[in-house]
Protein backbone atom coordinates (compact mmCIF):
# COMPACT_ATOMS: atom_id res chain seq x y z
CA UNK A 1 0.00 0.00 0.00
CA UNK A 2 1.30 3.07 -0.65
CA UNK A 3 2.10 5.93 2.10
CA UNK A 4 0.29 9.43 2.56
CA UNK A 5 4.36 10.75 1.70
CA UNK A 6 4.38 9.03 -1.21
CA UNK A 7 0.68 9.98 -2.36
CA UNK A 8 1.64 13.32 -1.57
CA UNK A 9 5.37 13.50 -3.44
CA UNK A 10 2.98 11.82 -7.11
CA UNK A 11 0.19 14.73 -6.33
CA UNK A 12 2.64 17.27 -6.61
CA UNK A 13 4.71 16.00 -9.39
CA UNK A 14 1.60 16.00 -11.29
CA UNK A 15 0.71 19.39 -10.62
CA UNK A 16 4.35 20.32 -11.80
CA UNK A 17 4.09 18.37 -14.71
CA UNK A 18 0.66 20.12 -15.67
CA UNK A 19 1.99 23.34 -15.54
CA UNK A 20 5.01 22.89 -17.44
CA UNK A 21 3.11 21.02 -20.02
CA UNK A 22 0.95 24.15 -20.31
CA UNK A 23 4.08 26.29 -20.36
CA UNK A 24 5.62 24.51 -23.29
CA UNK A 25 2.46 24.46 -24.96
CA UNK A 26 2.31 28.28 -25.25
CA UNK A 27 5.83 29.17 -25.51
CA UNK A 28 7.59 26.01 -26.08
CA UNK A 29 9.72 23.44 -24.39
CA UNK A 30 13.34 24.76 -24.99
CA UNK A 31 12.00 28.22 -24.12
CA UNK A 32 10.25 27.23 -20.77
CA UNK A 33 12.85 27.31 -17.98
CA UNK A 34 13.06 25.57 -15.11
CA UNK A 35 12.43 28.74 -12.93
CA UNK A 36 9.06 29.41 -15.39
CA UNK A 37 7.84 26.17 -14.46
CA UNK A 38 8.76 26.26 -10.58
CA UNK A 39 7.44 29.61 -10.43
CA UNK A 40 4.06 28.61 -12.60
CA UNK A 41 3.91 25.90 -10.04
CA UNK A 42 4.24 27.50 -6.45
CA UNK A 43 7.61 26.68 -5.48
CA UNK A 44 11.54 27.50 -5.81
CA UNK A 45 13.59 26.42 -8.25
CA UNK A 46 15.15 24.09 -5.56
CA UNK A 47 12.19 22.54 -4.69
CA UNK A 48 11.71 21.43 -8.34
CA UNK A 49 14.72 19.78 -8.11
CA UNK A 50 13.92 17.44 -5.63
CA UNK A 51 10.77 16.47 -7.35
CA UNK A 52 12.72 16.18 -11.08
CA UNK A 53 16.64 16.06 -11.31
CA UNK A 54 16.37 16.93 -15.12
CA UNK A 55 13.85 19.37 -16.52
CA UNK A 56 13.54 16.39 -19.16
CA UNK A 57 11.84 14.07 -16.57
CA UNK A 58 9.20 16.72 -16.02
CA UNK A 59 7.76 15.08 -19.25
CA UNK A 60 9.31 11.84 -18.69
CA UNK A 61 9.23 11.16 -15.15
CA UNK A 62 6.41 8.67 -15.37
CA UNK A 63 8.51 6.42 -17.25
CA UNK A 64 10.49 5.61 -14.42
CA UNK A 65 6.87 4.54 -12.59
CA UNK A 66 5.47 2.68 -15.45
CA UNK A 67 8.86 0.25 -16.10
CA UNK A 68 8.59 -0.75 -11.91
CA UNK A 69 4.85 -1.51 -12.30
CA UNK A 70 5.27 -3.44 -15.35
CA UNK A 71 7.97 -5.46 -13.91
CA UNK A 72 5.11 -6.16 -10.98
CA UNK A 73 2.57 -7.30 -13.48
CA UNK A 74 5.12 -9.74 -15.39
CA UNK A 75 5.87 -11.28 -12.22
CA UNK A 76 2.29 -11.82 -11.49
CA UNK A 77 1.07 -13.31 -14.71
CA UNK A 78 0.32 -16.90 -14.41
CA UNK A 79 3.00 -19.46 -14.92
CA UNK A 80 3.95 -21.55 -17.86
CA UNK A 81 3.00 -18.25 -20.16
CA UNK A 82 5.28 -17.78 -23.05
CA UNK A 83 6.99 -14.89 -22.89
CA UNK A 84 5.56 -13.52 -25.59
CA UNK A 85 2.31 -13.32 -24.57
CA UNK A 86 2.95 -12.01 -21.35
CA UNK A 87 4.62 -9.19 -22.81
CA UNK A 88 1.38 -8.71 -24.88
CA UNK A 89 -0.99 -8.76 -21.79
CA UNK A 90 0.91 -6.76 -19.70
CA UNK A 91 2.09 -3.76 -22.50
CA UNK A 92 -1.45 -3.72 -23.79
CA UNK A 93 -2.91 -2.84 -20.36
CA UNK A 94 -0.60 0.11 -20.41
CA UNK A 95 -1.43 0.75 -23.96
CA UNK A 96 -5.00 1.10 -23.01
CA UNK A 97 -3.80 3.65 -20.03
CA UNK A 98 -1.97 5.59 -22.40
CA UNK A 99 -4.86 5.60 -25.09
CA UNK A 100 -7.12 7.13 -22.12
CA UNK A 101 -5.11 10.19 -21.91
CA UNK A 102 -5.50 13.04 -24.02
CA UNK A 103 -1.74 14.36 -22.61
CA UNK A 104 -0.16 11.27 -23.66
CA UNK A 105 -0.94 12.52 -26.95
CA UNK A 106 0.81 15.89 -26.52
CA UNK A 107 3.36 14.13 -24.22
CA UNK A 108 4.54 12.20 -27.68
CA UNK A 109 4.75 14.88 -30.13
CA UNK A 110 6.85 17.15 -27.53
CA UNK A 111 9.29 14.36 -27.48
CA UNK A 112 9.50 14.58 -30.78
CA UNK A 113 9.67 17.57 -31.56
CA UNK A 114 12.79 18.07 -28.95
CA UNK A 115 15.97 16.55 -29.63
CA UNK A 116 17.33 16.36 -25.54
CA UNK A 117 13.53 14.72 -24.64
CA UNK A 118 13.94 12.23 -27.58
CA UNK A 119 17.47 11.45 -26.37
CA UNK A 120 16.44 11.10 -22.63
CA UNK A 121 13.66 9.62 -24.09
CA UNK A 122 15.64 6.49 -25.68
CA UNK A 123 17.70 6.28 -22.77
CA UNK A 124 15.11 5.38 -20.35
CA UNK A 125 13.25 3.62 -22.20
CA UNK A 126 15.97 1.55 -22.93
CA UNK A 127 16.53 1.33 -18.96
CA UNK A 128 13.39 -0.03 -18.75
CA UNK A 129 13.94 -2.58 -21.56
CA UNK A 130 16.37 -3.95 -19.84
CA UNK A 131 14.40 -3.93 -16.04
CA UNK A 132 11.45 -5.53 -18.61
CA UNK A 133 13.89 -8.64 -19.66
CA UNK A 134 15.29 -9.12 -16.20
CA UNK A 135 12.02 -10.14 -15.11
CA UNK A 136 11.28 -12.39 -17.68
CA UNK A 137 14.17 -14.07 -17.11
CA UNK A 138 13.31 -14.60 -13.56
CA UNK A 139 10.07 -16.05 -14.45
CA UNK A 140 10.13 -19.49 -14.14
CA UNK A 141 9.94 -22.23 -17.08
CA UNK A 142 10.25 -19.81 -19.68
CA UNK A 143 13.32 -22.23 -21.47
CA UNK A 144 14.69 -19.45 -23.37
CA UNK A 145 18.71 -18.30 -23.15
CA UNK A 146 19.21 -14.30 -22.43
CA UNK A 147 20.00 -13.51 -25.98
CA UNK A 148 16.58 -14.88 -26.93
CA UNK A 149 14.53 -12.98 -24.38
CA UNK A 150 16.44 -9.85 -25.02
CA UNK A 151 15.79 -9.82 -28.49
CA UNK A 152 12.07 -10.50 -27.62
CA UNK A 153 12.03 -7.87 -25.32
CA UNK A 154 13.58 -5.21 -27.86
CA UNK A 155 11.15 -6.74 -30.50
CA UNK A 156 8.04 -5.82 -28.10
CA UNK A 157 9.50 -2.41 -27.51
CA UNK A 158 9.52 -1.90 -31.92
CA UNK A 159 6.02 -2.99 -31.89
CA UNK A 160 5.22 -0.22 -29.43
CA UNK A 161 7.65 2.66 -31.22
CA UNK A 162 5.56 1.13 -34.26
CA UNK A 163 1.61 1.81 -32.50
CA UNK A 164 2.74 5.05 -30.92
CA UNK A 165 3.43 6.31 -34.23
CA UNK A 166 0.24 5.11 -35.95
CA UNK A 167 -1.78 6.61 -33.16
CA UNK A 168 0.35 9.99 -33.23
CA UNK A 169 -0.25 10.20 -37.16
CA UNK A 170 -3.63 9.36 -36.81
CA UNK A 171 -4.26 12.16 -34.21
CA UNK A 172 -5.02 9.59 -31.60
CA UNK A 173 -8.13 8.79 -33.45
CA UNK A 174 -6.57 5.62 -34.17
CA UNK A 175 -7.76 2.02 -32.25
CA UNK A 176 -4.46 1.79 -30.26
CA UNK A 177 -5.35 -1.77 -28.66
CA UNK A 178 -6.33 -3.12 -31.80
CA UNK A 179 -2.62 -1.50 -32.88
CA UNK A 180 -1.23 -3.52 -30.05
CA UNK A 181 -2.67 -7.06 -31.42
CA UNK A 182 -2.00 -6.49 -34.90
CA UNK A 183 1.69 -5.50 -34.18
CA UNK A 184 1.83 -8.11 -31.28
CA UNK A 185 0.33 -11.21 -34.22
CA UNK A 186 3.04 -9.72 -37.25
CA UNK A 187 6.49 -9.50 -34.60
CA UNK A 188 5.42 -13.17 -32.48
CA UNK A 189 9.25 -14.70 -32.61
CA UNK A 190 9.26 -18.01 -34.64
CA UNK A 191 11.04 -19.11 -31.45
CA UNK A 192 7.56 -19.49 -29.35
CA UNK A 193 4.93 -21.71 -29.94
CA UNK A 194 1.76 -20.33 -31.41
CA UNK A 195 -0.87 -18.74 -29.79
CA UNK A 196 -3.65 -20.46 -28.28
Not at 32 to 38: L, N, P, R, S
Request: hydrophobic share 45%; net charge negative; glycine share 6%.
Amino acid sequence: MTGLRERTKAAVRAEVTEAAMRLFAERGYDETTVDDIARAAGMSKRSFFRYFPVKEDVVLGRVDLMGERIVDEIAARPEGEDVWDTLHAVLRGWEQRIDAERQALDGLRLIEATPALRARFTQKREETRVLITRALLARPGHGLDTFTVDLVTAAAGAALDGVSRAWADADGQADRLALVDRAFALLRPACLPPPH
